[in-house]
Structures are given as structure tokens and as C-alpha cells.
């Protein structure tokens, strides 16, 4: 009988082993909110807060982990990302007609740059710092029919450059620790691709496909890289993140989030080793709703992966009107 029970508990010990493992890998509710569209999650580290927006509210948000409170600046249009500046309580976002500089003490904002402000078909989208402070911002196509968008380099005069054209629509962006390396997203390619990028003059050549995301998994969107230069990439119609290997190419693993559209994901914390994820509420059929209620809300996973402190952008440098 004895011998029988030792076996019992043994079976029983692997089964909870099995149900940790796969628990592991589930984030959970970090903040309830109803976001339409929440995107562009990245780690304030000076202040230690999650920035973050509401496309379709037209809204930047700045969380507080600490406090558990989320502080809401209205913005006159939709608005692509943000990325936090050098600046003392400044940020940097891409809104519909062009890049403005947000004092996110005031919510004022000033125009650094109007570009694509006359293509009515387009808006602007993701987007985040290179390694020498550069806004990398991309554009969409609003049907999301043609690969009409762009993808530009803002410096911190507000100068635009057009770094690649022929894109429908433009999300994840990353760059390695070596600076030598960048991964992008055109999300209806299924693939992220990689660049050799040249730190000195902030240009990228030699175009190549390091991930291409099976369709069972979803659409790639938002995307992070960790300290070991791996992506962690929010799969939209996927219910998940997940990490993949760019030179490998292979998926690691996937973290499970209970929203059906998971857009985004930032590392966060002290040790930035807690993975904030941004979720979208829009784009459900009604059984979808009822499966995910909690849609649009802000979910954290803690890791043994640590992320890297992403990089701000430059002080911007208003031009004096000629």
C-alpha cells in the first residue's frame, strides 16, 4: 500500500511540475482598462513608468506600476507611438499629420516635423529610437490594401529621412546591443526582417528575412529584444507574445494573454525583467468578446529574461522659421 502511494504522489508531483511549467508562461492583468487600440509600449526607465497610447482613442497614457495609476493626455488626432526624450518630461509622438514634441507635464505639444501631412491615405504608426537617437517612425496604409507607407529616420531637428518605401503596414522595430543590427515588421509580410545598420551614419543595407511568423501563430505587430538579442513580438489575432530566435529563426516559446489582439510588449521593472503587454479591444467578433473581457487592458508577465533600457530621443532642436 505504501509502495502505491509513493507512486501516486510521485504521478501527482510530475502532473503539478507540468501545470507550472505551462502557468509559467501566462501573463496576467496588470491594469483593466477599455484601450480601442493599445500600442506602443515602451519603459520609461528615468522615471520608472510605462508609456504607452490609445491609437484609436487618440490618447497617451503613462502607467505607474508602483501606484497602479494610469495618467491620460488627450491628443488632438490618432496617435502612432511614443518614445520618451532625453528631455526632462518630453516625449516624442507621431500623430496623423506629422512628429510633435508632448510635455507631458503641461499636454502641450509643438510640431518638429510635418512629414507625410499631405497623404491623406496614410498615418503614422510604430516606431522607436536607433542607437544614436534617431526616431525610426513608419506609416500605414488605412485600407490596408497597398503597400503605399514609409518608413522614416527623424533626427532631432526635426529632419526626415525615407529609410524604405513599398510598406502596407509599418510596426516592430529593434535594434541589437552591438548597434549593429536592425528587425523590422511590415505586418501583412508575416516576417520580420533584419538590416546591417551602419552606427555611424544611421543607415541600414543589406536586407534579409530572419523570421517568418506561421499564420496559425497570427500577424506580427509590436516587438522588443531582450539583452541576449532575442524578439519578443505581440501577435495580433494570436492571443500571445512570442519570443523567436533571429538567427535561428526558430520560436521559442510563446506567453499566452488572455486578449485576443496582443499589439505590443515593453521590458519593465528594476531589473527589467517584467514584460508589459498592450492589448486592443477592437477588431472581435461577439464570441471573441465574450471569451476575452478584459481586451485593451495593460498584462505583465515577470521573466528570467531581462530586456535592455531602450533608447531615448535626442533633445529636440527647434529650426528658427527662415
Not at 497570427?218 to 541576449?228: K, Q, S, T, V, W
Not at 472581435?284 to 481586451?295: G, I
Amino acid at each position: 500500500m505504501r509502495r502505491i502511494i509513493m507512486i501516486l504522489l510521485s504521478a501527482a508531483s510530475i502532473i503539478s511540475c507540468k501545470q507550472t511549467e505551462q502557468n509559467k508562461f501566462e501573463a496576467v492583468l496588470e491594469y483593466e482598462i477599455q484601450a480601442k487600440l493599445g500600442e506602443g509600449a515602451i519603459w520609461n526607465y528615468s522615471s520608472n513608468e510605462l508609456y504607452w497610447i490609445d491609437i484609436e482613442g487618440k490618447k497617451l497614457h503613462i502607467y505607474n506600476p508602483t501606484e497602479k495609476q494610469n495618467r491620460t493626455i488627450e491628443m488632438p488626432c490618432r496617435i502612432g507611438t511614443v518614445v520618451p526624450s532625453e528631455e526632462k518630461n518630453k516625449a516624442v509622438v507621431a500623430l496623423e499629420d506629422g512628429i510633435y514634441i508632448v510635455d507631458t507635464k503641461t499636454s502641450e505639444i509643438k510640431l518638429l516635423s510635418d512629414v507625410e501631412s499631405e497623404i491623406n491615405e496614410n498615418r503614422f504608426n510604430d516606431g522607436k529610437c536607433d542607437p544614436n537617437g534617431n526616431l525610426w517612425v513608419g506609416s500605414l496604409h488605412l485600407a490596408q490594401t497597398k503597400p503605399n507607407a514609409n518608413l522614416y529616420k527623424i533626427d532631432a531637428s526635426g529632419k526626415s529621412e525615407k529609410m524604405l518605401d513599398s510598406i502596407t503596414i509599418s510596426n516592430g522595430i529593434v535594434w541589437t546591443k552591438d548597434s549593429k543590427t536592425m528587425y523590422y515588421i511590415d505586418t501583412p509580410k508575416g516576417t520580420i526582417r533584419a538590416f546591417d545598420f551602419d552606427p555611424n551614419t544611421s543607415s541600414i543595407s543589406n536586407e534579409r528575412v530572419a523570421v517568418t511568423v506561421s499564420k496559425e501563430d497570427g500577424f506580427p505587430d509590436g516587438m522588443a529584444i531582450d539583452e541576449n538579442d532575442m524578439l519578443w513580438v505581440g501577435l495580433w489575432n494570436g492571443n500571445a507574445v512570442a519570443q523567436y530566435n533571429p538567427t535561428t529563426g526558430k520560436l521559442i516559446k510563446k506567453i499566452k494573454v488572455p486578449a485576443h489582439n496582443v499589439t505590443a510588449c515593453a521590458f519593465g521593472g528594476k531589473d527589467l525583467n517584467e514584460l508589459y503587454i498592450t492589448t486592443a479591444s477592437v477588431d472581435m467578433d461577439e464570441e471573441e468578446k465574450k471569451q476575452y473581457p478584459l481586451a485593451g487592458s495593460i498584462f505583465k508577465i515577470k521573466l528570467n529574461e531581462k530586456g535592455v533600457k531602450s533608447k531615448f530621443f535626442h533633445k529636440p532642436v527647434f529650426q528658427s522659421p527662415e
